[in-house]
C-alpha cells in the first residue's frame, strides 16, 4: 500500500442478555446466549460493518481469549459466513487480550478488519463473573476515507502475574489487584506520555484505559486523563474485545478533530492514538455501545450457569443430535456459513437452499447464486416444541417468507414464544445450533425484530 493507513469503519455487538438480580450480580452484565461464541459474535461485529463502509478487507485477523477451537483456524469460520474472497488471509490470534493489539499493529502495516471477540467465564461470585462481559467489537483500516487518522501506537512488554488461565479449564485466576495495579500504573502512564509526545499532545480528548486488573480501570482517570472523557470498558473486562470496545464507544461520541486515546494494561501496556475526521459523524455505527449496553434481557441466574456448563440440568429426554460430519459441511459450506441461495436465471425463482433444478420451471444448472443472510422476511408458520433436545428449551422453529421471494425453516435465536407470531419481521444471525462430539455445528437463526 502506498497511502495512509486509517480506520475506516467500525462497529460492536452486544448479546441480548443480561443477568439477573438472583445472581448477586449489580447493574448490566452482558452475557453471550448457549448458543453464541466467540466466532458468532465476531460474525456479528464484522458484517453490518463490511456491508455499511465497503467490499472484502485485504486480511482478516480474529482475536480471542475463547476460541471455540484449538488445531483449527476459528477465523475461517468468520471468513466464511462474512463471504469473503478465498484469497483473504484469515489467521487467529488468540492467547490473551494483548492479541487485539498484535491485529492492529498487523493491520496497520497492509490493511484488513480486526475482529475481537470472548465470552468471558467466571467461577460463581468471582470478580471475572460479577466485572466481566461478553462481546465483539470490529476496527477496519485501510486507504481511502478514513473516520479516523491515526497518529500513532506504541507499547511496552511486562512479564507479570497478574491474569492466567490453564488451557484446560474454561475459569481463570487473578492475583491480588494492588500488586497488578503497581505492576502496571507506571507503564500505563509512561506508554501513554511517550506516544503523545511523539505526537506533539499535551493530552487527548478522549481517553480508553483497559485491562484485566480492576484496579487500574477503577483509577483510569488518576494515570491518564481526558481533556473531555476518561473511561474504561464499557461492559466490564471482556477479554481480547475490551480495548475494541472502548475504542467504538469512544468513537460514538467524538467529534471531527478530537483526539482519542486507547490503552490496554495487559502484560504490558498497548497504546493507539487517532484524531477523528469530518466523515465520522455520518459514518458511526448505527448500533452504539450505550444504546446496546441499555437495551437487553434478563436471563436467571441457574440457566446462565447451566450454559456456560458450570450447573448440570436435566436436558430433555430426546435423542442428543450426532456429530456433524467433514464431507457434507464442506459440500454444503457456501449455504452452511454464507447462507447462498440459489435463484434460477430462466424463471427467477429463488431456492433456498440451494438446488441445480428450479422448483419453479424445471430448468436444469440454470441458477445464480444469490446470499441470503443479509435478507429480511417474515413468519409465515411457527411451531414450539418444549421437548426437544436444547441447552435453552424451548426451542421455537419458523418457516420464513422472505423479501424478494425465498422461503426456508429456520431456528429462532434468543427465542421468546411471546413475541413470534404470523407476520413477525426477522432478520438472519449466525448462531451455533448445537455441539456434538466437539464439533460445533454453525449455521443462520432466525431472529425476531
Known amino acids: 500500500m502506498s497511502g495512509a493507513i ?45 456491508e455499511r463502509d465497503g467490499g472484502a478487507p485485504v486480511a482478516l485477523w480474529w482475536a480471542s481469549t475463547t476460541p471455540p477451537y484449538l488445531d483449527k483456524t476459528n477465523a475461517v469460520a468468520v471468513h466464511a459466513a462474512l463471504r469473503l474472497p478465498g484469497a483473504v488471509p484469515a489467521a487467529d490470534l488468540v492467547g490473551s487480550a494483548r492479541s487485539t493489539f498484535a491485529g492492529i499493529r498487523a493491520a496497520l502495516a497492509t490493511g484488513g478488519l480486526v475482529v475481537a471477540a470472548d465470552v468471558r467465564v467466571g467461577k460463581p461470585g468471582s470478580l471475572d463473573e460479577k466485572a466481566g462481559g461478553d462481546g465483539a467489537a470490529a476496527l477496519l483500516l485501510g486507504e481511502g476515507e478514513a473516520v479516523a487518522d491515526v497518529l500513532g501506537v506504541a507499547g511496552d512488554s511486562l512479564e507479570v502475574l497478574d491474569r492466567w488461565r490453564d488451557p484446560q479449564s474454561s475459569t481463570g485466576e487473578q492475583w491480588e489487584e494492588r500488586f497488578g495495579f503497581e505492576q502496571y500504573a507506571e507503564l500505563v502512564r509512561a506508554v501513554a506520555a511517550r506516544l503523545l509526545d511523539a505526537a506533539g499532545l499535551a493530552e487527548a480528548d478522549h481517553v480508553v484505559v483497559t485491562s484485566g486488573n480492576a484496579g487500574i480501570t477503577k483509577r483510569a482517570g488518576a494515570l491518564v486523563k481526558g481533556t473531555v472523557s476518561t473511561t474504561s470498558s464499557p461492559i466490564g473486562f471482556s477479554g481480547a474485545a475490551d480495548p475494541l470496545l472502548g475504542l467504538a464507544a469512544a468513537l460514538d461520541v467524538a467529534e471531527p478533530g478530537q483526539t482519542i486515546l486507547v490503552l490496554s494494561a495487559v502484560d504490558g501496556c498497548d497504546a493507539l492514538l487517532l484524531r477523528a475526521t469530518p466523515a465520522l459523524v455520518r459514518r458511526r455505527s448505527a448500533r452504539p455501545v450505550a444504546v446496546q449496553l441499555d437495551q437487553g434481557r434478563t436471563v436467571p441466574y441457574p440457566t446462565y450457569l447451566s450454559w456456560r456448563g458450570l450447573l448440570e440440568r436435566e436436558l430433555p429426554r430426546r435423542p442428543e443430535p450426532d456429530r456433524p460430519a467433514g464431507p457434507p459441511s464442506a459440500r454444503a459450506g457456501a449455504w452452511k456459513f454464507g447462507l447462498n441461495g440459489s435463484r434460477c436465471t430462466s424463471c427467477g425463482f429463488l431456492h433456498l437452499p440451494p438446488l441445480r433444478v428450479c422448483r419453479g420451471c424445471s430448468a436444469v444448472d440454470r441458477m445464480e447464486p444469490v446470499p441470503a443472510a443479509d435478507l429480511t422476511g417474515r413468519v409465515a408458520t411457527f411451531t414450539i416444541d418444549r421437548l426437544a433436545f436444547s441447552p435453552s428449551p424451548p426451542v421455537v422453529d419458523v418457516v420464513v417468507d422472505f423479501e424478494g421471494g425465498g422461503r426456508t425453516t429456520l431456528e429462532v435465536a434468543d427465542a421468546d414464544p411471546e413475541r413470534v407470531g404470523v407476520g413477525s419481521d426477522v432478520r438472519l444471525v449466525f448462531r451455533r445450533l448445537f455441539t456434538a462430539g466437539n464439533v460445533h455445528n454453525y449455521f443462520w437463526k432466525a431472529q425476531v425484530r
Open 6 to 50: 486509517g480506520i475506516l469503519g467500525y462497529d460492536a455487538y452486544l448479546p441480548a442478555y443480561r443477568l439477573g438480580n438472583d445472581s448477586g450480580v449489580r447493574g448490566n452484565r452482558v452475557v453471550a446466549s448457549f448458543d453464541e461464541d466467540a466466532t458468532t459474535m465476531a460474525v456479528e461485529a464484522g458484517r453490518d460493518l463490511l
